[in-house]
């Protein structure tokens, strides 16, 4: 069996702090070689029948050479990093759905790509990455959500002699359209007075939407018998308005739930309010103000043949309904006051 040695300047290496030979002397380590060391190493191998020598020259570049000294000595094998994909600066995604950002890059040798969120590095398993040809290739699917938003950088760097950087980023807005989310608004309410009105509001979008609740053009507050809570789970928010003891008097109407985004979407409920009260005997009911009245004049002064005559009173709680051709809408007149004798009410339309 040959004997392997090897040598380097004359003198035979044995295994020490720089040098480590293994695989049956068939290898040779050389760690943190400096400049000195540059040169020819012999692999000898003998036996009784004969010698054999291999020799490997080895040059040492001083770190002291830059970038620009190297390209001077003409090492046309270095190239620095260089893009030759990169995703857009701005790209907008919708909730819940998935962009693909790409992200590649060439260079001599092949770069390294990391790819960070907000300064944050995003682990490699989080993104693909493929070689093709002198290409390094990475591919980042980002999923619209709440989290989701925010500038993504994409690095590259290569590291001969000098460390060569080159990055890229891009500013990703998740959005989803401005959409009502709650039950049927249109619906009315019918209540007795003293009750608690209580009505919800959903709108679901993102940026999330601001809701509001108004009541014949006026905005509503917390104030008073008036409470608004709201509540929001991912992007959907909810408004909660509530009137205790409501009156017929002030609060019967239509009160309309605004969701404001990018655009603006109003819905409306209507309340009912039924007076619960009676009235004591020569007394008439006002059904608008939930109040009583005389209605007997002829116990103040003489009536003709002893009746009294009283005109009726007739309101709409709606003035104005707008809806689509093909719709159905239900119209309502109030008899505040049903007169004496009795009124008679009919309909009309365009004089009939």
Same mark, same amino acid.
């Given at each position: 069996?040959?004997?392997?040695?090897?040598?380097?300047?004359?003198?035979?290496?044995?295994?020490?702090?720089?040098?480590?030979?293994?695989?049956?002397?068939?290898?040779?380590?050389?760690?943190?070689?400096?400049?000195?060391?540059?040169?020819?190493?012999?692999?000898?191998?003998?036996? $009784?029948?004969?010698?054999?020598?291999?020799? @490997?020259?080895?040059?040492?570049?001083?770190?002291?050479?830059?970038?620009?000294?190297?390209?001077?000595?003409?090492?046309?094998?270095?190239?620095?990093?260089?893009?030759?994909?990169?995703?857009?600066?701005?790209?907008?995604?919708?909730?819940?759905?998935?962009?693909?950002?790409?992200?590649?890059?060439?260079?001599?040798?092949?770069?390294?790509?990391?790819?960070?969120?907000?300064? @944050?590095?995003?682990?490699?398993?989080?993104?693909?990455?493929?070689?093709?040809?002198?290409?390094?290739?990475?591919?980042?699917?980002?999923?619209?959500?709440?989290?989701?938003?925010?500038?993504?950088?994409?690095?590259?760097?290569?590291?001969?002699?000098?460390?060569?950087?080159?990055?890229?980023?891009?500013?990703?807005?998740?959005?989803?359209?401005?959409?009502?989310?709650?039950?049927?608004?249109?619906?009315?309410?019918?209540?007795?007075?003293?009750?608690?009105?209580?009505?919800?509001?959903?709108?679901?979008?993102?940026?999330?939407?601001?809701?509001?609740?108004?009541?014949?053009?006026?905005?509503?507050?917390?104030?008073?018998? $008036?409470?608004?809570?709201?509540?929001?789970?991912?992007?959907?928010?909810?408004?909660?308005?509530?009137?205790?003891?409501?009156?017929?008097?002030?609060?019967?109407?239509?009160?309309?739930?605004?969701?404001?985004?990018?655009?603006?979407?109003?819905?409306?409920?209507?309340?009912?309010?039924?007076?619960?009260?009676?009235?004591?005997?020569?007394?008439?009911?006002?059904?608008?103000?939930?109040?009583?009245?005389?209605?007997?004049?002829?116990?103040?002064?003489?009536?003709?043949?002893?009746?009294?005559? @009283?005109?009726?009173?007739?309101?709409?709680?709606?003035?104005?309904?707008?809806?689509?051709?093909?719709?159905? $809408?239900?119209?309502?007149?109030?008899?505040?006051? $049903?007169?004496?004798?009795?009124?008679?009410?009919?309909?009309?339309?365009?004089?009939?």
């Amino acid at each position: 069996m040959a004997t392997i040695q090897w040598t380097f300047a004359g003198s035979v290496i044995t295994n020490n702090s720089l040098f480590l030979i293994t695989e049956g002397s068939t290898r040779l380590d050389i760690t943190n070689i400096t400049t000195s060391y540059s040169g020819a190493y012999h692999c000898n191998a003998s036996n $009784v029948a004969g010698a054999s020598v291999a020799t @490997i020259n080895v040059d040492v570049q001083g770190l002291y050479q830059t970038w620009d000294q190297l390209q001077n000595l003409n090492y046309t094998f270095i190239k620095p990093p260089y893009f030759t994909v990169t995703p857009p600066h701005n790209v907008s995604v919708r909730y819940i759905s998935a962009i693909t950002l790409n992200c590649s890059s060439g260079g001599v040798p092949l770069p390294n790509i990391t790819w960070f969120k907000d300064g @944050i590095v995003i682990p490699t398993d989080q993104y693909t990455s493929s070689n093709q040809s002198d290409t390094l290739i990475t591919m980042l699917t980002v999923v619209g959500s709440l989290t989701s938003h925010g500038y993504y950088t994409c690095q590259a760097i290569n590291d001969l002699v000098e460390r060569r950087v080159i990055s890229t980023t891009v500013n990703v807005t998740v959005f989803e359209p401005l959409c009502y989310a709650g039950i049927d608004p249109s619906s009315s309410i019918t209540l007795n007075q003293s009750d608690t009105f209580t009505a919800n509001c959903s709108f679901s979008g993102l940026p999330l939407p601001v809701v509001s609740w108004y009541f014949l053009n006026k905005f509503l507050s917390n104030i008073g018998r $008036v409470s608004i809570t709201t509540d929001t789970q991912d992007i959907t928010v909810t408004s909660t308005l509530r009137i205790r003891n409501v009156k017929k008097s002030t609060d019967e109407g239509v009160y309309h739930c605004i969701g404001i985004q990018a655009s603006t979407y109003n819905v409306s409920r209507s309340l009912y309010i039924i007076c619960n009260n009676s009235c004591e005997a020569g007394y008439t009911l006002n059904t608008t103000t939930c109040t009583c009245s005389l209605s007997n004049i002829c116990e103040l002064s003489p009536c003709q043949n002893g009746v009294n005559y @009283i005109v009726p009173n007739i309101s709409v709680p709606v003035s104005f309904v707008a809806l689509l051709t093909g719709s159905s $809408v239900t119209l309502r007149c109030v008899l505040n006051e $049903v007169g004496n004798p009795m009124a008679t009410i009919q309909w009309t339309f365009a004089g009939s």
